[in-house]
């Protein structure tokens, strides 16, 4: 196979940031060239390819070069133009030129068709799960390796979401994925994913998201091995950057730290036995060519694959009083269409300063008419002892009380309120969907990774009402 454009040296926002904020490094092995700002009007070329991309016209009657030309639709045709998502490309053959899907099944996966009773069990108890096993390295592909944990809705109504959980350990070998199901947000949390897409090349290193849109095909190696990590799917809309209202136009997850592949592709002369794995409607099908995907010489739109530092994320936080709602740390939101509540929302809980005067600092007990599904990347977090490490989850379903740890509750109730750093070398994460999500029964049982004791964690939490300490002194607080 003949690859016609090379990557070259970008480093998109990083490199000024790291020398005074030790959060800020430059991801490892950042070798490709990229194209930054969130949602931007893209226009690219692959290398040695200039004028790939007609003038002032989308589809002229013979293309530059002889490329096809075809058109990828994220919206309604008709969506207005702020909500509407396209993007053409300029390739080497359509991609309709591939035989007839067929159902496949792969024994690694671990995908929920429906989340109905046949495959999912509603339940409202605290739950967690250690990490899943890394499998045998050169067995398990990327689109192999999707284990599905919870969600609600489905494909067939673009409504909704799914939770899942990867692990590989093979790299794609003239191999392709395409969800037509909806929009994925990958955290890998073990191992980079060097990732091949249609619209040029992405390399993710834990740490970093990659979110491929609806349609685009895709395909992983693994350069560090095997690999695990997390995927949320949304089934309607697209993942777009939340509202700062009083905020202010600048903070939190900003535009231009989101980048974009530029154009390349890979041809050859001779046909080649290529698959193209498709999930549709939470099954996988497959379907021969006789050619890569990875085809699209140029290609232009606002409709592209694109990737995320998150330790680019400007966190905002209390400089008084109190514990803000998670909601602060909104990195991506899924919007519903109820103003201001999310299908999903992508939340993160970055290294920081904690300055809270007066303030019990970790995060409030509560009951939350969302659902959370929290993962963790790296580290410790910083509201539990014990239990949450790395590569595992928890679930705390609609209006399931949960909340610091007993452990966590002394320390912090006793703690000195100086300022100090809280997360430093952490990485935890949350997907919070408004919707009730039922819990696969590969996660619940066959998995055999669920934390039968996670609830006695909470059980040590015991009174320490004393009418002798209206002011609430800790030096009462009796543990
Ligand atoms: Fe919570």
């Known amino acids: 196979m003949t690859t016609t454009s090379t990557p070259t040296t970008f480093a998109p926002a990083f490199a000024a940031h790291s020398k005074d904020n030790p959060t800020r490094t430059a991801p490892p092995k950042c070798t490709y060239t990229y194209q930054s700002g969130f949602g931007n009007e893209f226009a690219t070329e692959a290398p040695g390819w200039e ?54 099944s792969y024994d690694s996966a671990h995908m929920v068709r429906q989340f109905a ?55 794609m070998v003239n ?58 799917e949304v089934y309607t809309g697209r993942f777009e950057l939340p509202d700062l209202g009083p905020i202010g136009a600048n903070g939190l997850a900003n535009p231009r730290d989101f980048v974009y592949p530029t154009a390349w592709f890979e041809t050859s002369e001779q046909p080649i036995e290529f698959t193209l794995v498709n999930k549709y409607a939470n099954l996988l099908w497959t379907a021969k060519m006789d050619h890569s995907p990875f085809n699209v010489v140029a290609w232009h739109g606002n409709y592209a694959p694109y990737k995320y530092d998150l330790a680019a994320f400007n966190a905002m936080n209390t400089v008084t009083f109190d514990h803000p709602d998670p909601s602060i740390f909104t990195v991506l939101t899924c919007k519903s269409n109820t103003p201001g509540v999310a299908i ?109 004791d996670y609830w006695t964690h909470w059980q040590g939490l015991k009174s320490h009402l004393n009418k002798d300490n209206k002011e609430g002194k800790k030096e009462l607080l009796k543990f």
């Open 344 to 452: 999903a929302d992508f939340v993160i809980f970055p290294p920081r300063w904690a300055t809270g005067e007066g303030t019990f600092r970790p995060p409030y007990f509560h009951r939350n008419t969302m659902s959370e599904f929290m993962g963790l990347i790296k580290g410790a977090y910083e509201a539990k002892a014990e239990g949450f490490v790395p590569g595992g989850g928890s679930l705390h379903s609609i209006m399931t009380p949960h909340g610091p740890d007993a452990p966590t509750f002394q320390k912090a109730s006793t703690a000195p309120l100086t300022p100090v750093r809280v997360a430093d070398g952490t990485m935890a994460f949350m997907f919070e969907s408004s919707l009730l999500m039922t819990v696969s029964k590969w996660a619940l049982v066959e998995s055999n990774k669920v934390q039968q």
């Open 175 to 232: 191999t392709a994925m395409v969800n037509a199901d909806g929009e994925i947000l990958i955290v890998p949390q073990h191992g980079a994913l060097d990732i091949k897409t249609e619209f040029g090349k992405l390399y993710v290193a834990p740490n970093e998201i990659v979110v491929i849109p609806r349609g685009v095909r895709f395909a992983v190696s693994l350069p560090d091995g095997p690999t695990r990590g997390y995927i949320l």
């Open 117 to 171: 009773d046949t495959e999912c069990e509603p339940t409202p108890n605290q739950l967690r799960w250690s990490p899943l096993d890394l499998p045998e390295a050169g067995k398990v592909p990327f689109h192999a390796g999707w284990h599905t944990i919870c969600g609600a809705g489905g494909p067939e109504t673009k409504s909704g979401l799914a939770v899942h959980m990867f692990t590989a350990s093979a790299d």
């Open 51 to 104: 004028g790939a991309l007609p003038v002032k016209q989308n589809t002229p009657q013979v293309c530059p070069y002889g490329l096809y030309a075809e058109q990828l639709s994220g919206s309604a045709f008709t969506a207005p133009r702020g909500h509407n998502l396209r993007s053409w490309l300029y390739r080497v053959r359509p991609s309709v030129c591939h035989t007839p899907f067929q159902r496949a």
